[in-house]
């Protein structure tokens, strides 16, 4: 059977359905779409991970100029010795017309410190905690936007509870 003057089969070598060894739009797709992830995942990681630096938050802020929303970084004055370790992230791009540039990077992390200082009412306890949390970033232009952050701290009212 003839398809616009060509054999039904040879309509779909190299189309849409190729074979992503073979090429076509599915592994120009694919390969944009990994490229994008690993740039967004990188520099979003780099952003999250200078936050946590000893006064980071403040420089951030400056130069990015982000909306910072969700439960906010309070644990940050609370902690002292901070390391910050980005366990995964999901990248969403928006590949299409005006959204170029755009996209949601989410990010799963952990910070260990010291508990020095009062954090949500609960007294400093000297120990050292480990809170758990999650980052939604939009970007915009290639910039950063939004940091939308949720953050728990179960081992740190566990820590209190035992004392």
Same mark, same amino acid.
């Given at each position: 059977?003839?398809?616009?003057?060509?054999?039904?089969? +040879?309509?779909?070598? @190299?189309? !849409?359905?190729?074979?992503? %060894?073979? /090429? $076509?739009?599915? =592994?120009?797709?694919?390969?944009?779409?990994?490229?994008?992830?690993?740039?967004?995942? +990188?520099?979003?990681? @780099?952003? !999250?991970?200078?936050?946590? %630096?000893? /006064? $980071?938050?403040? =420089?951030?802020?400056?130069?990015?100029?982000?909306?910072?929303?969700?439960?906010?970084?309070?644990?940050?004055?609370?902690?002292?010795?901070?390391?910050?370790?980005?366990?995964?992230?999901?990248?969403?791009?928006?590949?299409?017309?005006?959204?170029?540039?755009?996209?949601?990077?989410?990010?799963?992390?952990?910070?260990?410190?010291?508990?020095?200082?009062?954090?949500?009412?609960?007294?400093?306890?000297?120990?050292?905690?480990?809170?758990?949390?999650?980052?939604?970033?939009?970007?915009?232009?290639?910039?950063?936007?939004?940091?939308?952050?949720?953050?728990?701290?179960?081992?740190?009212?566990?820590?209190?509870?035992?004392?």
């Amino acid at each position: 059977m003839k398809l616009f003057g060509r054999k039904k089969e +040879k309509q779909d070598e @190299g189309g !849409l359905f190729a074979d992503p %060894e073979q /090429g $076509g739009m599915a =592994r120009l797709y694919t390969d944009m779409v990994a490229k994008l992830d690993v740039e967004y995942t +990188k520099f979003v990681q @780099g952003h !999250l991970k200078r936050i946590h %630096e000893p /006064g $980071g938050y403040e =420089r951030e802020k400056q130069e990015a100029d982000f909306m910072d929303v969700g439960m906010g970084r309070s644990y940050l004055q609370a902690l002292d010795d901070i390391e910050f370790t980005a366990m995964e992230s999901v990248v969403m791009p928006q590949l299409k017309g005006k959204r170029r540039g755009s996209g949601v990077v989410v990010t799963r992390w952990t910070v260990r410190g010291m508990h020095a200082r009062p954090l949500a009412g609960v007294p400093p306890s000297g120990n050292q905690v480990t809170i758990q949390g999650e980052t939604h970033t939009t970007l915009r232009d290639y910039k950063i936007r939004i940091d939308n952050t949720y953050w728990e701290f179960p081992e740190l009212t566990r820590s209190v509870i035992d004392e």
